[in-house]
């Protein structure tokens, strides 16, 4: 690593005053700014004992801490365990998959729920938050989490910070585009988390791209070891992606719909991830890389539509498609953004999150477009797209209209963002390491010092160990 | 791995075109049955809220989802992560290990939901499907995972999920039987779970077996990292275990209650496997095989009991002796159903499933044919067995009685669809590996290259790398 | 390995007749005192139809299992994964990290379900449980894991159960004295769990001082891998701390006030550790041994007082100043406890759980004297901190100064219990090893026999493989 660290210290990734000064300044900040602005919300201020005497509620069930938290916690996980080990499939840049995921998304949700406060739970001067907000802020931090997967292990964490800070405040904005002013229904976030997330991330790295990455690449593959850990990362998105897709729909029967239809989509996604994987190889060997990522497409494709009226057979389709499509972008697509377009995607993001994220949209654009009350029944159908108030007169048509410009609108603010922030990120700053440390944890971390020696000796009988 | 690619042509284990193939008919066909047949249940439709009112529910906290779904989120867990790492201990199978179980779990969710579901939720022509049809097909796909637990390691994809598609054909049929035809209670499933999915592996295995398996001998052991990834699978199991038998009890009381003994059973259980462990090895160690399965005998012992009046000390008593029994049965039994009953049983799911199920069903016949109303209550005893309708005058003891007949039916079910699905899979059309390579990952899968070479130079710091 | 076989026999490390004969004799027991006291508490009976019906209960969802069942089971997975694999830092100790602290704690769980039963659910003369029961067991064993920490690598399993008796005998005494007799609040255990929990394992550790410990220096190091298991700890126990703190705080607004109190001084405790980890350091990166373990302070300093109005800012400042704390505590304190005061403590828990344990308390105290009916409404002061009956007159400042006491009560405990134990465990007849023996598996676990010879082999493509 001799030559490793010379090489980094020829860049400066020497993190010591950068890093720090920038940790405190921003939580400094979000104290003051919480001070100011937040505050509980009804549901989990101590005044609820009087709050439900007036709204006539009988049980403290009542209380939406009890129809989310399970939920909020299965998104927790995927945010932090999911995403983090997911992304330790690299042989030498584990610590820094779950190490700054671990600092991008904690400081993340601090912001996102400033933000989205503003926008959506700011009443008297008070941002009021509740589990709903908990939930929202880690679906905000979702789509960051998402483009790190693009840039993942090419940048230094002051970049991932700067990039946090500018990703949160503009996913607010455009999903306060799409939910408020256009009306627009993206329970699970197929537009607002993927689509915006993953194209937004593809964009930063297309404008930092390294032309010399190759002088890393013996580090750009996994071990085996590696890539178990990154199939916890899997099995956890996998598995609790039905709670995600649910986990801010309306109480009762769309909570419990948004459930079934992305269990249903996430189950076909997984075989026809494996029959591509295979028909693909000359061998027909399964690939992990199309494992740990394409079987996940089927939960992003039915973001927007899990919590409609899509049915089971509906989510079956829409599975099997995204697994397909995922599968073939890995091997076809993903060597052609690099070689042609200049898109260094180290995770594959727009393999699992932009074009299935796209589908999602669209695919809940025409749901939306073909709902009719006959379906949905005369108050469910009022109830499950929210046609209350200005929004009466809306037809399905209408809706799905509007369901389109959202994709439209979250693309735009993808590219318009990623190519700002990318700009801020190009400046010489901010310490990154230099083409040939890229994907390896020693630059901005301390490895156990002893590891090579150690296990090479403890390895080899036939060699007395030297001190 | 020369050696190993040569002998897999031999066998010709290809995958290339036969699961792509079948993954992809299967995949249409569930669409198709799924088209035809799956829709939402009352409470996951969007007409709900006219249900609700009809019903006079005040409460969307009415709806099943928010009594079954957290259970539901934990029981996925252990299907997918559970059993899926538990099998990751062999040193040169992980990715099998949670690849296939990935692949026939998601196939065999699919498949459970349509055959439960003609069995238990079908109305006129249609199932109608909700989270209690999600719990019970992981519940089914759980059988096959106790199953392919006996033959880890041995088949080729295709055999798996070929066992897959006719196991839970069968699951469905004995589960039918069991609850509908005799009325037998057994929420945690000892019987139709795991006396049934075990008895069935074994049986297949039995079929298959290899007498040329001690030549892939070295790849059948573990190493240490293996071991604490297999420890993922067994924490995950252990600590959900009284999710999985509370899941599908009662609302109220009933599911408290199957949480309270598991809780309890599993904590006993894992105190009598220590100490037996230790006892029946010379020089006192522990065995990370009796830790990593024996601990969870006592989540399958109180399966059937477990939302009965069990009482906690009941349940100790249960989870003390399954742990007894299950570490003997890794110290004795095993070695001698592989040497004089050609029994090859990879994970040892005889031990872990198989007996404590066994005890389970036990358990659950001596429990029922013990009850009075004097223990449960008047109204407790009637809804605790379901006393209602044409069973309004059943006994305990006749309700003991048709218990013990359940365990005989799944006995009786698992030998002769074992034979059969056994005999099928022996055909040689399915691409299994020969018997120098199973254990082996390189068979199916493609496995990080350079980590040989790699790992060495990596470690060897008196060697240069070489190219 | 020869040798330390050689020398851990020279101390009798051998546990084949000890560990079994206490296990059983202890699970035995177990089942006796059960058999005697322990019942289902009327929620889990099944007399609980009729007890709804008296009580006028409308609804199964009244049941307190829907209140805190998904709490529950995330702090069960706190204690067996998130404690368990965050020890398993240790390159070589990996099994009796995950293995002996999964050991005590269902052993402990047993116990404490006895003690605390018989201090706050007894009632006829018998011990009535249910969901709360389990919580509350869990989170006494949580004191012991903690203490576990401070011993790790250097104690027999033996001595592991000795000590999870007493210590659970103590925490249930001392958390008498504060809940009942000082009327303290303490939902999230700061002073019970943490503080308590902490002192006593650092003073045993202090007792059974290791002057050679040196000795076996090479092995208290981690390897790359075994801190990305670590990591799995880790992030387990930060994103469910939340459902730690508020897992029995009253329904409804405590709940729900906990657990974003407690989120929110997670993520600001993330920001400030990540800061001192890489100021502390010359290069400026970042240490694992703190991500793993300060990134954790803030859920500890916050266990106190999430439940009470501590607003979110107010969690802020508490988690960002116990992040700092807890970090200058691993590179200033714990090399100064062992050199000057003989405090070896292995995974540095003065750092995580007795400093931010303090400042737990501390701001409960606070946060406790600084309450106003004007914050609280009339009606949720009451309820907030259960001033009826013979509280009926205490005002926030005498609460605060009560809160004082029961820091102060904890110490005195955990100082007097840490040291008779200690006494205890110092005796020569519970075979721990030899001081050069110490964090190593070999000595107490079977390790893959292969794995040095096999993995080198595997590893060196130049030799030929040896029988």
């Given amino acids: 690593?001799?030559?490793?660290?010379?090489?980094?210290?020829?860049?400066?990734?020497?993190?010591?005053?950068?890093?720090?000064?920038?940790?405190?300044?921003?939580?400094?900040?979000?104290?003051?700014?919480?001070?100011?602005?937040?505050?509980?919300?009804?549901e989990a201020d101590a005044h609820w004992e009087e709050e439900k005497r007036e709204m006539?509620?009988?049980?403290?069930?009542?209380?939406?801490?009890?129809?989310r938290y399970p939920s909020f916690q299965d998104v927790h996980v995927m945010i932090f365990v999911g995403f983090g080990f997911l992304m330790t499939f690299l042989k030498r840049y584990g610590f820094g998959a779950v190490g700054f995921n671990f600092l991008l998304a904690a400081f993340g949700i601090q912001w996102a729920l400033l933000m989205q406060g503003w926008f959506h739970s700011f009443k008297d001067g008070k941002i009021l938050i509740g589990v709903e907000n908990l939930i929202n802020a880690d679906f905000c931090v979702g789509s960051v989490c998402i483009a790190f997967g693009a840039i993942l292990g090419k940048t230094s964490p002051i970049q991932l910070l700067v990039m946090t800070l500018f990703q949160v405040t503009l996913f607010s904005v455009n999903e306060y585009i799409l939910l408020n002013l256009l009306h627009v229904k993206d329970a699970g976030g197929s537009m607002t988390i993927h689509t915006f997330g993953a194209y937004f991330g593809l964009t930063v790295t297309r404008i930092l791209y390294r032309p010399?990455?190759?002088q890393s690449k013996d580090k750009q593959g996994s071990v085996y070891h590696s890539d178990l850990f990154a199939m916890i990362g899997t099995l956890y998105l996998?598995?609790?992606?039905?709670?995600?897709?649910?986990?801010?729909?309306?109480?009762?029967?769309?909570?419990?719909?948004?459930?079934?239809?992305?269990?249903?989509?996430?189950?076909?996604?997984v075989l026809t991830t494996m029959a591509f994987s295979s028909m693909l190889q000359k061998k027909g060997k399964l690939d992990m890389v199309h494992i740990q990522n394409a079987t996940l497409a089927g939960g992003v494709a039915v973001g927007t539509s899990a919590e409609m009226m899509l049915t089971p057979y509906g989510s079956l389709i829409v599975g099997s498609i995204s697994g397909i499509v995922s599968t073939l972008g890995y091997v076809y697509f993903t060597p052609f953004l690099e070689s042609r377009l200049h898109i260094q995607d180290t995770c594959g993001i727009h393999n699992l999150h932009a074009m299935p994220g796209l589908i999602g949209g669209i695919v809940g654009a025409i749901t939306a477009a073909a709902a009719t009350e006959d379906v949905y029944g005369k108050e469910g159908f009022i109830k499950a797209f929210d046609f209350t108030g200005v929004y009466q007169t809306r037809t399905p048509n209408i809706q799905g209209g509007f369901q389109a410009a959202g994709i439209v609108v979250s693309l735009l603010m993808a590219f318009a963002g990623g190519a700002i922030v990318g700009g801020i990120l190009k400046l010489p700053i901010w310490g990154e390491a230099a083409a040939e440390n890229c994907f390896e944890d020693g630059i901005y971390w301390e490895v156990p010092e002893d590891e090579e020696s150690d296990v090479y000796h403890m390895h080899n009988p036939d060699k007395p160990a030297s001190p």
Wanted: glycine share 6%.
């Fill in 238 to 269: 996998w598995m609790y992606w039905p709670s995600f897709n649910s986990a801010i729909s309306d109480h009762g029967d769309a909570q419990h719909r948004s459930a079934i239809n992305t269990y249903c989509s996430l189950a076909a996604c």
């Fill in 1 to 42: 690593t001799g030559t490793a660290e010379h090489q980094g210290m020829a860049k400066n990734t020497n993190m010591r005053w950068r890093l720090p000064l920038m940790c405190l300044l921003w939580e400094g900040a979000m104290i003051v700014l919480f001070g100011v602005f937040v505050r509980f919300g009804a």
């Fill in 212 to 214: 010399n990455l190759e």
């Fill in 56 to 67: 006539n509620l009988t049980s403290d069930m009542e209380n939406d801490f009890y129809f």
